[in-house]
C-alpha cells in the first residue's frame, strides 16, 4: 500500500477521535528544533584542544569524525538532508573559526563566526549560541565563574560578555532571537566546606554578564543546572534551584536538561510548573543511563512524556527545544538524524493525542476510562502519519534513509581516516 493510502486510512482512524493529522502535519512542520553542533566532532571545536575537561566525555573512536569547520559543515548538510522541517544550529562558543590570528576566550568577536551566519543564512536556519566553559587552561581546577580567583572569574566573565554580544549579533543577522544559554561545570567531587560561597561568587558573576542589557528581540539568555557530574558528584555551584531563583529575579529563561537531574525525577513534570511563572522556558532534550551520559535520544518515554507536557500545555511557541548529545561509538550523521526525528516523532504523538477529551475524563475522576482510552492510543497508526509527514519534506522514510547514511560514510566519512 502506497503512503499516501496509508495516510488517508490513519486520518479517517484518527479523525474517529477528533483529531485532524492535516492540522498536526501543519504544526509539526512549524517547530525547529535547534541541532547541537558538537555531536558532529565529539566536542573538539576548532580550538586545536586534544582533551575534553569540565566533566565532559565522548566515548567512542567511531571513524570519520569532522576535523574542520567545512567537514562540520558538511556533515550537518547531510544530516539536514535527511530529517523533515526547517531547524536551527546550536552552536558552542569552541567553534570560533579563526582565519588569522586566533582569540582566546575572552576576546572573541562577531567576526570569529561569521562563517557560520552565511552557512546559516544560505539554507535558510538560524543560530543559538553557548558560551565554552571548559577544555581551556582557565578551567583546569574545575572552577570558572565561582573561581575563588578574582582573575580567573574576570577571564570567564569577559568571556560570557563577548558570547552574549556574539548571540546578539547571530539574532540581527537572522532576523529572531538567538538562545544564548550558560552552562558551567563548577562543582567539588566530595562534599564541601563551604557552599555559600562558591554560590555568593557565581551570583556577582552572573550580575557583571548581565548588567548589559541587550536587544531581547535578538538574544534570550539562558541558564543551564546541573545536580552531579564527572568530578563534581558531591556538590554543582550552578543547582537546579539557584539558577530556577536568579533566572526569576532577573527576567531569564530557565534551561531544563532533562540529564542533569536524578534519575528519577522528571523533566515532564517540571514544565507546567514553569510556564506559570515563566514566558518562556528552554530544553537540552538528550538520554541519560544511568547518570549525564547523553546518549543519543530515543522514541522512549520520557521524550513522549516531555512533548506531551509541551503540547497539553498549548506551549509550542514557548518553550524552546534543543538537544545535547554526543555519541563518538556510532556513525556520529546518523546519531543526529535518529534523535532529531525522534523529537520531531514524539511531538507528532503529542498532536495526535485528543488532549481535551482526556482532560475531562481526568477532571470527572474517570480514570477506568482514561487508562483505557490512553492505552489505545499506543496502537494508533502515528507511524503512517509520520512517513507522510517525511514524503511530504522530500527526505526517506524510516528504514530508507540509513542507506544515504551507509553511502555517505564509505565515499566521505571513511576518507577522513
Known sequence: MSINKRYMSAKERYAQIGIDTDAAIKTLQNISISMHCWQGDDVQGFEGSTRLSGGIQATGNYPGKARNPQELMQDIDKAFSLIPGRHRINLHASYAIFKGKRADRDALLPGHFKDWVDFAKSRGLSLDFNPTFFSHKMAESGLTLSHPDRNIRQFWISHAKCTRKIAEYFGKEQGNPCLHNIWIP????DNPADRLSPRLRLKESLDEIFSEKLDKNFILDSLESKVFGIGVESYT??????Y???CAK??????????????TESVADKISSLLLFFDKLALHVTRP??????HVVLLDEEIK????????????????????????????VAAWVVGMRNMQKALLIALLTPHEGLAKLQSEGSFTELMVKTESLKTFPFGDVWDYFCEKNGVPTDGKWLEEIKSYESSVLFERI
Open 186 to 189: 563548577d562543582g567539588y567531587k
Open 305 to 332: 512524556q516531555i512533548a506531551l507536557e509541551i503540547v497539553r500545555c498549548n506551549a509550542l511557541d514557548k518553550v524552546l527545544i534543543g538537544l545535547d548529545y554526543f555519541d563518538a561509538s556510532i556513525n556520529r
Open 289 to 294: 543511563v544511568r547518570w549525564d551520559s547523553d
Open 244 to 246: 530556577l531563583s536568579y
Open 237 to 242: 555551584v550552578g543547582s537546579h534551584e539557584f
Open 250 to 263: 532577573n527576567g531569564l529563561i530557565c534551561l531544563l536538561d532533562n540529564g542533569h537531574f536524578h534519575p
